[in-house]
C-alpha cells in the first residue's frame, strides 16, 4: 500500500520484515484457527472465516500471493467463495482488489494529504 499512496518504496528490510511477520501469522492460522476444518469454527462458514477472509484478502490485492504453497488456505479460501456466492464475494473484495485506484478516491476526497505523510511517517 505504501508504494500506491505515497509514490515511495518501502526499504527493502522493512518489507522484509512485514513478509516475514505475514508469512508468520498465515501459518499460524491454519495451524491454530483452520487446523483441519473446513472452516473456522467447524464445519459451516461464519462470520469468523468472512472477517478472516477480508484481512488475507488485502495484501492478495497489492499483488502478493498469499496462496502460494498453501493449498490448505486456498481450499479454505475456495469454500468461502463457494458458500458466499461469486458475485457477493467479488463485491465484497472490489475494493481490495482494485486498490490501485485508492490514490485517486484519496485524492477526490480530501483523504489523500492526511494520510500520506502519517504513512511515510511509518516506513521511513
Given at each position: 500500500m505504501v508504494p500506491?499512496?505515497?509514490g515511495a518504496e518501502v526499504p527493502k528490510e522493512k518489507m522484509d520484515s512485514?513478509?516475514?511477520d505475514l508469512n508468520t501469522?498465515?501459518?499460524?492460522?491454519?495451524e491454530k484457527f483452520l487446523q483441519d476444518r473446513?472452516?473456522?469454527?467447524?464445519?459451516?462458514?461464519?462470520?469468523?472465516?468472512?472477517?478472516?477472509?477480508?484481512?488475507?484478502?488485502q495484501p492478495v490485492?497489492?499483488?502478493v500471493d498469499v496462496f502460494k504453497?498453501?493449498?490448505?488456505?486456498?481450499?479454505?479460501?475456495d469454500r468461502v467463495k463457494t458458500e458466499m456466492g461469486e458475485a457477493l464475494f467479488d463485491e465484497a473484495h472490489s475494493i481490495?482488489?482494485?486498490?490501485?485506484n485508492l490514490p485517486q478516491t484519496?485524492?477526490?476526497n480530501g483523504m489523500l494529504e492526511f494520510l500520506k505523510p502519517k504513512i511515510q511517517k511509518m516506513f521511513n
Open positions: 500506491i499512496i505515497t512485514a513478509m516475514e501469522s498465515l501459518k499460524l492460522f491454519e473446513p472452516f473456522i469454527v467447524g464445519d459451516q462458514i461464519s462470520l469468523a472465516d468472512l472477517v478472516a477472509h477480508v484481512e488475507i484478502m490485492g497489492t499483488g504453497d498453501r493449498p490448505k488456505l486456498r481450499a479454505w479460501s481490495i482488489m482494485n486498490v490501485h484519496f485524492q477526490d
